[in-house]
C-alpha cells in the first residue's frame, strides 16, 4: 500500500512577502468583504488579491499604479504562492480603490490587532517599564497627523488656499504603544471637533493627554463627569482667576501650584469646577522654557502632572514611525476613499510589522526593520531566521545568503595548498 505523502512544505521555500501576509487569517478577508459589500463589487479581481497588492505597495515603497502592477506581474508564480492572489492590471486596481469601500481596510486592522492579542496574550502589553507603569490604570494619547496631498488632485480635501491634506487622528494606547481608535478625515475640521469622538471609549479613572490644539472645555467637563483625568497644556490666551494656591513643591523646576477657575464667560459655563495649573520649567532642544499645564486631578504631585505630559510625546514618535516607513508620500488615487484605502493599509503594515518585532525579540529600530524586510521581500527564507540573523541581534551572526552562495567551493583546498 502506497503511503501518503504528509511532509509540510518547509518556510523557507516560502517567500518574506507571503509569511508577511499569510499572518492575517485566511477567513478574515472574505469575512470582512461579505459585510462590508466589496465582495459584491469583485469580479476576477478578490478581495484577497487586492488586500496583498496593497500591502505590497506599503512594504515595498510603490511609486505608482504601474509600479505595484509590474512588479506582482513578474513575480507572478511567487505571488498565486499566497493564497491564489493574482496581479492586478493598473485600471483594475485604481477602480478598486476608487470603488471598494474602504470600511473593510478599516475593519481589516481592528479585526487583525484583536487577533494578534487574542492569540499571543504578550504581544502589547508594552516592552519596558516607564511612567505609565506607575499608574495601575490605562492612560492614552490624543493626537493628529497631517498627510501632505497634492492641491490640484484633490479639490476633496483642500486645507487652505494652495495646499490638501488629510488628517489621521489617533488615540494611542501608552501601555502597549498601539492604537485604540482612529479618525482618517480631510484637515478642514479643527482638532478639538474630533475629540468627543476619540475619548468616547474611555472609562472611569483612565488617563488621557492631549496637546492644547484639543482643549475645549465642554468636552473637558463631560470627560470629567466620566471619572476621566486629563492633562493638557493652557493656551496662551487662556483667562484664569487663582482661587488657591498650593504649597511649594521641592523641584525648583515647578515654578507655580494653582487651583483656579476660568473667568471667560463661555468657558466659565462650559467648566464651572477647579481646575488645576502646574507652571513649570522643561528642556525643549537644550532649552528650558516655561509651559503651563492644565489637569483636574487636585492630588498628584507637580512633578507628575509635568512626567505624564511629557509622555505625550510618545504619539509623535508613533508618527514619525508611520511616515518615515511606510508609503504615505505617493498616493495610488486622488478620491478620498482610494486615500483611506492606503491609510488603513499603512496602520495594518506598521501592525504587523510590530509584531514581527516582538515575536523575534527585535532589538533595533523600527525603521531597521522595515528596510530589512522591504529589502528580502522575494527571498525563500524563514523570516524568523533572517531576523534572527540581522546584524547583532541576540549575537548569532551569521550569513544571510542562501547556501550555495555563503560558501567558497575550493577556498580551503586553496588555504591548505597555501600553509603547505
Not at 245 to 261: G, K, N, Y
Not at 311 to 337: H, M, P, Y
Not at 409 to 415: D, E, H, I, Q, Y
Request: net charge positive; charged share 25%.
Amino acid at each position: 500500500m502506497k503511503k501518503k505523502n504528509t511532509k509540510q512544505p518547509s518556510r523557507r521555500h516560502t517567500t518574506v512577502l507571503r509569511q508577511l501576509v499569510e499572518l492575517i487569517p485566511a477567513y478574515l478577508v472574505p469575512k470582512l468583504a461579505r459585510e462590508t459589500g466589496v465582495a459584491a463589487c469583485a469580479r476576477t479581481f478578490t478581495p484577497w488579491s487586492h488586500t496583498v497588492a496593497m500591502l505590497y505597495a506599503q512594504v515595498s515603497h510603490a511609486l505608482g499604479l504601474n509600479d505595484v502592477c509590474d512588479a506582482l506581474r513578474l513575480q507572478v508564480t511567487a505571488l498565486c504562492g499566497m493564497r491564489g492572489a493574482r496581479p492586478p492590471a493598473r485600471n483594475t486596481l485604481s477602480h478598486a480603490n476608487q470603488r471598494r469601500d474602504c470600511s473593510f481596510a478599516e475593519k481589516l486592522f481592528w479585526q487583525m490587532l484583536q487577533h494578534l492579542q487574542s492569540e499571543h496574550p504578550g504581544f502589547g502589553r508594552g516592552g519596558h517599564k516607564s511612567i505609565a507603569w506607575r499608574f495601575r490604570r490605562a492612560i492614552s494619547i490624543v493626537d493628529a497627523a497631517t498627510i501632505q496631498l497634492v492641491a490640484n488632485c484633490l479639490d476633496w480635501a483642500r486645507h487652505r488656499r494652495r495646499k490638501a491634506a488629510a488628517k489621521c487622528h489617533l488615540r494611542l494606547d501608552l501601555q502597549s504603544f498601539l492604537p485604540r481608535f482612529a479618525i482618517v478625515d480631510t484637515a478642514g475640521e479643527h482638532d478639538s471637533v474630533r475629540a468627543p469622538e476619540l475619548c468616547a471609549g474611555l472609562r472611569e479613572g483612565e488617563i488621557v493627554l492631549f496637546d492644547k490644539a484639543y482643549v475645549h472645555f465642554a468636552h473637558l467637563w463631560a470627560l470629567t463627569g466620566r471619572g476621566v483625568f486629563w492633562v493638557t497644556r493652557a493656551k496662551d490666551n487662556l483667562v484664569l482667576k487663582v482661587k488657591k494656591r498650593l504649597p511649594a513643591h521641592a523641584d525648583p523646576r515647578i515654578l507655580r501650584d494653582d487651583l483656579v477657575v476660568l473667568k471667560g464667560l463661555k468657558a466659565g459655563r462650559a467648566y464651572p469646577q477647579l481646575v488645576r495649573r502646574v507652571t513649570a520649567k522643561v528642556e525643549v532642544d537644550g532649552e528650558e522654557r516655561v509651559m503651563v499645564f492644565l489637569t483636574n486631578n487636585l492630588e498628584w504631585s507637580p512633578a507628575t502632572v509635568c512626567d505624564l505630559y511629557r509622555c505625550r510625546w510618545e504619539i509623535e514618535v508613533f508618527f514619525k514611525q508611520l511616515k518615515q516607513t511606510v508609503q504615505l508620500v505617493d498616493f495610488l488615487g486622488n478620491s478620498a476613499n482610494a486615500v483611506k484605502w492606503q491609510v488603513w493599509t499603512a496602520l495594518l503594515v506598521h501592525l504587523l510589522l510590530r509584531f514581527l518585532a516582538w515575536r523575534s525579540r527585535w532589538v533595533h529600530s523600527f525603521t531597521r526593520l522595515f528596510t530589512f524586510v522591504r529589502a528580502a521581500l522575494w527571498l525563500r527564507r524563514d523570516l524568523a531566521d533572517l531576523l534572527k540573523r540581522c546584524g547583532t541581534a541576540e549575537g548569532t551572526g551569521g550569513s544571510l545568503a542562501p547556501p550555495r552562495q555563503s560558501e567558497l567551493p575550493g577556498f580551503a583546498m586553496f588555504l591548505m595548498g597555501q600553509q603547505a
